[in-house]
């Protein structure tokens, strides 16, 4: 976000072309390529009547560098949810 994860002479992978998502709508299992944005799913599951619930504070971030740098969102007051 801030660009501190940009180096002198470092290499960029751009998979923003890789943005297809898929919803499994039996197991809610949202598979979803790595150039994808959190503002692009978010308003994908909102239209199944589905959401994410635990979020980063920002979503122009990619799926794929999201999970590259291990981000992660808030869980205020929420008790934690049982792994599937």
Do not use: Y
Not at 38 to 61: K, T
Request: hydrophobic share 40%; proline share 6%.
């Amino acid at each position: 976000m801030g660009g501190h994860t940009f180096t002198s002479d470092g290499i960029v992978v751009d998979m923003l072309a890789l943005r297809a998502m898929a919803l499994d709508q039996e197991r809610r299992l949202l598979h979803v390529q790595a150039g994808a944005k959190w503002e692009d799913v978010i308003p994908f599951l909102g239209a199944h009547g589905l959401s994410v619930s635990v979020m980063q504070s920002d979503s122009p971030f990619t799926i794929g560098g999201s999970l590259s740098v291990n981000c992660h969102g808030w869980q205020n007051n929420r008790p934690r949810s049982p792994a599937p």
